[in-house]
Structure formats: C-alpha cells, structure tokens
DNA sequence: GCGTTTTGATTAATCGTTTAATCAGGCTTA
DNA sequence: TAAGCCTGATTAAACGATTAATCAAAACGC
C-alpha cells in the first residue's frame, strides 16, 4: 500500500529522453561525462517536469540525510526564536534541513534527544548546551555553540568582551558601584559575561553580583531582589546578564519608585524582543546570531564533506569567538550623585 | 566513497542467526507471521546489536519519511519556544521527527520555505500562519493552527472564551473602562481576543481599542503609547491582547508615576516567560500549547495514515478550540476610583 | 593504418527496508 | 487417504538515487 511517491523520478526522465537513468543522474549533478547539449536537454526536461529528487533514495545511497540536527536542552530560552531562525538559514543556504530535538530543559534527557536525531539519521548537529553540561561526543559531528572559554566549544559570541563592553559603557557614564545580576552562576556564559564586566570596570569601581537562582532557593520563586535596598547602598547601576534579568530589575526598581535612568541605570544582554519596546528601552549588548550561525554550520559542513567515514566528533572553526555589539538605549544614563532613595532614607 | 552506515542492518541480524531478512523485518515490526519464539530471539538479539532501523531505507521503500513540517512565518513571536516545544514532543511520541522551515517573517518567502520542506519529503506539516493569510493547500497534509474563526483552521486556542474571561476578571474587580491594547488589526487572534473582551463586558462598561501599529506608523516606531493621558480620561484597566504589549503598557505606565495595580490594572495574553517575574508580576491568559499541538499533530497523523495516496488537504479535528486559562497575578486589581494621575490633573 | 587515448554513454550493483508471492510441511476433515 | 487449510518461514521484487565498471565509437599519435 506504499504511496507511489507523486512527481517524477530519474527512470521517467530517461525512458521520456530515450536516455539511461545513470545519464540523466550524471547530467543533473554534473558528474559524470555528459555532452554539453544532452545535459541541456535533461535539465530543461527536468525542470519542465518539475523534478524534485527524493531525499529517501539519495540518503539511502550516499549514507548522507542532508538533515543537521538542532539541539536545544534550554529550549524556553527566549533566545531560541533568533537560533533556530539563524541556525535554519544558515543550514538552509548550505542545501541542509534542520531537524529539532527538545529535551523540555531537563538535563537528563539531553542525551535521548540527541539519540533520537541520530536515530532520523542526520549528517550532523549543532549543540547549543545547558548551563555546564559537557557533550559527550555523539555519533556523528557536533558543533557546539557556547562559550569561548568552553572546552570544545566551536563558535560563541565573545561573551567577555561583551561584557567588557557594559563596564566601559557604565564607567564612562560615571558609575562607580555595579551590582551584577545574574539567574545561574554554573552557566558559563553568565560567568564569561560576569568576568568581562568585572575586568572592564576602572580600578576606583566596585562591584558586587547577586545570583537570582540562590536567592530564590532561600526566599522563593519570584521574590523581590531586594533592589531598593541596593540602591540606598549606593549603587547607581545595575548590569543584568541577560535581558529578562534587566527586565525584572527593571520593573522592580520602577515599582519601588525609582526611576530610571535618571535615578539608576539598567543594562542588559541578548536584545530580547521586548527591549526596545519597554520604557525605558533596554540598553543591551547584542550577539551577531547570524554569524555565529554561519560559522558553526559551515565548519559542520565542512567536517561532514571531508570525512567520508562517519564518526563522531566536536568539530572547530577558524573564528572561534565573535564580537558583541552595544546598543544604548534610554535605560541607561549619567550617574546620579544622589539618587532619590538616598533622599528618602534622609527622611 | 558512500560512508557504509555503522551498525547493524537487517540482514546482519537475519545472517547472524540464520534467518531471512524478511522474517527479521516481521519480527522487528510485528507484522508478518513470524513463531513467537523467533520473535522473542531476534528481538533480543536485534537489541543487543543496538539495531537502528535505517530512516532512509524505511523511507524510500514505504513513500514516508517520517517526518513533520514546521512552518512559522512570523518566528519573532515570543510564543515560538513554546510552540515548537510542544509540537516537537507530540511529534515525537507519535514517532515523527520535526523539520523547521522559517521564512524571516516575510509572508512572501513563505512559500518558499513550505517548498523547502515538500522537497525534503515531509509526510505533514504544522502551520501557524501569520496574520490573516491563508494556506494554499501544499503537496501534503497540512495542520492550520490559528483562530477557531478562521475558515481552514485545524484547532486553536479559544481565544475569544480567553478574551472573555479577562474582562470577566476586570468587571469582577470594579473596572467599567476598559483600554484594549492590541498589535496588529489584521491578525485573527488578536482580533478575537479583542472580541472576546468586548463580548465579556457588562452593559455598563466602555472599550476602546488601540492598535500598536497603526500608531507607530503615523509617530514612530517605539512611540509612547500616551497611557498617562488615557488615565486621565478615566481607564482604569488595560488589557493587552499579548503579554509584550502589556509588558510596554505596564513599563510606561510605571514611567510615568502610575503605580500598577493600586492606580490601574494591566492584563496581557499568553503567559510568555517574563510575565512571572516581573514586578507586578502579570495576570494573563494561557493558551494549553501541550493540548493543542497534541491535537493538532494526532490529526495530521491519522489523516497520514489514512491517505495511502499523498495528496494536499488541510485536516481536521475532533476538538476545534481548546480553552483558555485565566492566571491571576499581581497586575490586576480593583478598580481605583480616583487614580493618581487624576489628581494630579486637580493640582 | 594500427594501436592508444578520450569521449559519451550504458550496465549493473548497491544502499536497507518492506511486503506480496511462494513454498514446504503439519493438521484437519470428509 | 487424498484434498484442502493453516502455519512459519523464505524468495524476490520493489522504492529512487548514485557510481564504479564497462563499452562502443570517435579522435589521435606516429
């Protein structure tokens, strides 16, 4: 009861020219020994047909799917819109489909995600990890795409200088006191982000950083940051690692009464959707997906074109780490001296 | 130079234990007649060579591949992890893998990108359209997943039971002007949702809609949205047709010294990541993603089974619209006669 | 003009699976 | 006991593409 696959295949190209099979194959991919105008006359034929070759006979001979797979264990990362897009184009422009693998963010079934990709059989994968977890070199090439100080990380944006790039953008706008904000202190990207800000700061600024994640496992889900408090403390600038945490400092502080950023400012990471639209807009830095994307996917390539016999491995590309991009907006501005809560603890 | 796929194949397994390759692939699949012992024996050993079963081979035999299409013309929207998270684990339990096809947001390429997933020979696909376009059946089965009033629509949120019980919520609360803050006119849902909240009201209250868009045409992109002005006419609540434009709504009502919930209420649609964690933390409508992918997917692969001749067709289910859960949180309370701002206008 | 290379095409095998058709026995039944 | 049926297996033919091997004829060199 198998579906007649619709459409033509090669066998009805060549009986229609009078040709074999093997010459309309070789006149199509340009292979083999054709003359010039019999390899004409098959693709306009072809075309005229409107030949589509069948993705099933062609893996089955060559062993190759021309399916990358994507895997993304912290799938709700608001992120993903802008990788799977990136990562599709790019894959996309390389004659590849991408196939996706969710592991509904739990650790633990990473690996059954990615043994069902390799099970569809695709020629290779591009890995975005969670947090810290280390990829066991799959059945198949890996890119993977994490953190420039990684072990084995293919491609990442440079995380460091990014955030490098806050601290020079703060210091400059006369912040002195910085508290970092960040969800998790394993991931490395937030480390890297941290570390850069830090190492970006003059030597008369300070710094403190407050992990949400621990926070919360003490006070609760959802708790209040306690931001205010930091504000009375003095500290005039708040650098979230990542565009939700900016938008939860953002929303507390404004909910306290502070304004921003005539009081303190706020800075973020990513350009999440929603930064350019809150008030005020976000000041963030940006990572160029596309790129990343792109180096990734063809150094994937690349490794699956060479190696005929196919194994697994983490695969590299020439440009390992690519630079972020600070985009200011209103939530950031000069230091406030004396910001509003001061006064109020006057009072 | 084909990679000669590792593994095991059918006929190591058949050769290995002096049988047929048929009666290996009956045992495997069930199918044939085959002694249960047989079974039991080539099972066991199939399981301890880690048989994969070859997709390509599978494919090119029965006419199916096995996988599903995904299409998303509009991937910025924020509910795309979600979506593509469920549809991936419905997918998947189904046995079906999940093909991403993107069309950067441009109605035009979305073609295209259905071509893209045609070639690779999808047995199906999922399609959540942009705005008000409609699918020309493809090559393939296809389920539409949109608004339950869309002619063509396979199964949707009940957006308009969703909008219902949003302004259920704010009538219940004291609020009897109510501003709607939607995107785009011309999209199904929002529309619905609108409707919906305007059908939810008591004869004694008032709407009046908003739309983004047609705004930021006339001033900008990024514009205000001038709420602290509709404060003062005497709205009460706002309640936006998605959890980002009620995140700018609440962002600029905070900005403006109007304190969410005391002086008025914000209610958005969806329950995207950031609506737990912001302060006030926003009451929304969710949408059972998990339901309706499930829904949706189970009707395009009865309709695949079904249909042994491969032909276009938008499928159908049982269950049309699926209902809409109020989550109640602190951006929504009663109803503040004499708002702040309206005293300031006194001063 | 004869041996040799080049050109342009064909033949046939192969990838791994599914499945209709066939077949050899053992069992039933009249 | 012979004809027929069920059971448990095998045989072989696809599915559609790629590609190594082959082959005939034409072009070429000396």
Excluded at 28 to 38: D, H, I, N, T
Excluded at 179 to 206: K, T
Excluded at 226 to 238: I, N, P, Y
């Amino acid at each position: 009861m198998a579906s007649p696959r619709p459409g033509p295949n090669l066998s009805k190209i060549a009986t229609s020219l009078g040709v074999s099979v093997a010459t309309v194959s070789n006149a199509l991919s340009g292979k083999g020994r054709v003359s010039g105008q019999l390899v004409e006359r098959i693709r306009e034929h072809a075309a005229e047909l409107g030949y589509v070759p069948s993705q099933a006979g062609r893996a089955l001979r060559t062993g190759r799917s021309g399916v990358l797979g994507l895997v993304l264990p912290d799938i709700a990362n608001p992120l993903f819109p802008k990788i799977a897009q990136a990562i599709e184009f790019a894959a996309s422009a390389a004659g590849y489909g991408v196939l996706i693998a969710d592991s509904r963010g739990d650790v633990a079934t990473q690996t059954e995600a990615i043994n069902r990709l390799i099970e569809r059989g695709v020629d290779g994968m591009v890995v975005i990890p969670r947090r810290a977890t280390r990829i066991s070199s799959a059945a198949c090439p890996v890119a993977v795409i994490d953190t420039p100080s990684t072990p084995g990380n293919t491609v990442a944006a440079d995380h460091w200088q990014g955030g490098q790039a806050i601290a020079e953008h703060l210091a400059g706008l006369g912040h002195r006191r910085i508290l970092i904000i960040g969800n998790n202190q394993e991931s490395n990207v937030q480390n890297d982000r941290a570390g850069g800000i830090r190492s970006g700061m003059r030597p008369d600024m300070h710094s403190e950083t407050l992990w949400i994640e621990r926070l919360e496992q003490n006070i609760g889900s959802g708790c209040p940051l306690g931001l205010a408090e930091k504000v009375r403390q003095g500290f005039t600038a708040f650098a979230a690692l990542s565009d939700l945490q900016a938008l939860r400092a953002l929303t507390e502080l404004q909910q306290a009464g502070i304004t921003v950023p005539a009081d303190v400012s706020v800075t973020g990471f990513d350009d999440l959707i929603w930064s350019p639209v809150v008030t005020p807009s976000l000041t963030t830095v940006r990572m160029d997906m596309d790129r990343i994307a792109g180096i990734a996917v063809s150094a994937l390539v690349d490794t699956i074109r060479r190696n005929s016999i196919r194994e697994g491995m983490l695969v590299t590309a020439e440009t390992e780490r690519v630079a972020m991009q600070l985009i200011v907006r209103q939530s950031s501005g000069p230091a406030n001296p004396a910001p509003k809560t001061s006064e109020m603890e006057n009072m």
